[in-house]
Nanobody, 120 residues
Framework: QVQLVESGGGLVQAGGSLRLSCEASGRTISSKNMGWFRQAPGKEREFVAAISWIGGTDYAGSVKGRFTISRDNAKNTVYLQMNSLKPEDTAVYYC??????????????WGQGTQVTVSS
């Protein structure tokens, strides 16, 4: 069982950038596929991005070209670099293990989430 803690959210103007971090403990994530989901009030949780244990990536069409997912296995951490942010990116962002690849959460690990708010 892995414990996940998301951080790095905040308030930013449209066009700005944020970098989210997901720090894992309890288990190594070096051999796991990991990803980010987000949920806005009144909306369903949606897939954002994923990175496989060997470095392959997948992105939702709404964020492709603006967001970049990466990982640092030595730090047991996954990142989400978000550029050119839009108001519709406003949501709580969560990280999780991805299983099966590429867009499914395995249901056994979620962090508390970090709030991202993008103003016009």
């Amino acid at each position: 069982q892995v414990q996940l803690v998301e951080s790095g959210g905040g308030l930013v103007q449209a066009g700005g950038s944020l970098r989210l971090s997901c720090e894992a403990s309890g288990r190594t994530i070096s051999s796991k596929n990991m990803g980010w989901f987000r949920q806005a009030p009144g909306k369903e949780r949606e897939f954002v991005a994923a990175i496989s244990w060997i470095g392959g990536t997948d992105y939702a069409g709404s964020v492709k070209g603006r967001f970049t997912i990466s990982r640092d296995n030595a730090k047991n951490t996954v990142y989400l670099q978000m550029n050119s942010l839009k108001p519709e990116d406003t949501a709580v962002y969560y990280c999780t293990r991805i299983l099966p690849w590429p867009r499914s959460a395995d249901g056994d690990s979620w962090g508390q989430g970090t709030q991202v708010t993008v103003s016009s």
